[in-house]
T-cell receptor, first 115, second 114 residues
């Protein structure tokens, strides 16, 4: 069974469209993240949610709206897509317990290409 | 979180030990050293982490110098499947839940040569 899964794996769309990427984890973790990896391969945090509550929002444009219906899911909705949104988006999860050191488990990524 | 410095790329012969260095001279006392890797077209994968003692697991060993200003990740018998970008990340534990973000640098591109 895949621990962290994302759909779709590939997404090609036109500028100005609205699209969603879904993420699910079956690890029973409390925290989920979205990371973005650009064309230069820099991997950067976008959001984190803990028990459906937004914790980290790294100055991401408000066209990006994460939604967590339950702690096993963290979906990413993107409005008015721009060329610069083309990237690979990775979902991750971890079992955070405050001061303990928990590792993060990453999904396979969603490759978004905006034309 | 403290900044890390890694070589841009390294080669290692298949079957030999791969030693990947990382400098973190500004590390503070409560910061851990983490290693992740990213195999081409896949999501990052956790390898190992440590605070000050050397650590070993089924994937690798982590050697942290006594002053904690640098560390080395050792893959004891490298295989072709170990070709990847390896990231050394330093971070402190967080006081609030969900704030455990990873700050990735540029990493070391390790190529295992047959």
């Amino acid at each position: 069974d895949t621990a962290v899964s994302q759909t779709p794996k590939y997404l090609v769309t036109q500028m100005g469209n609205d699209k969603s990427i879904k993420c699910e984890q079956n690890l029973g973790h409390d925290t989920m993240y979205w990371y973005k990896q650009d064309s230069k391969k820099f991997l950067k945090i976008m959001f984190s949610y803990n028990n459906k509550e937004l914790i980290i929002n790294e100055t991401v444009p408000n066209r990006f709206s994460p939604k967590s219906p339950d702690k096993a899911h963290l979906n990413l909705h993107i409005n008015s897509l721009e060329l610069g949104d083309s990237a690979v988006y990775f979902c991750a999860s971890s079992q955070d317990k405050g001061y303990s050191q928990e590792t993060q488990y990453f999904g396979p990524g969603t490759r978004l290409l905006v034309l | 979180d403290a900044k890390t410095t890694q070589p841009t790329s390294m080669d290692c012969a298949e079957g030999r030990a791969a030693n990947l260095p990382c400098n973190h001279s500004t590390i503070s006392g409560n910061e851990y050293v983490y290693w992740y890797r990213q195999i081409h077209s896949q999501g990052p994968q956790y390898i190992i982490h440590g605070l000050k003692n050397n650590e070993t697991n089924e994937m690798a060993s982590l050697i942290i110098t006594e002053d904690r200003k640098s560390s080395t990740l050792i893959l004891p018998h490298a295989t072709l499947r170990d070709t990847a970008v390896y990231y050394c990340i330093v971070r402190a534990p967080r006081s609030n839940f969900g704030n455990e973000k990873l700050t990735f640098g540029t990493g070391t591109r390790l190529t295992i040569i047959p």
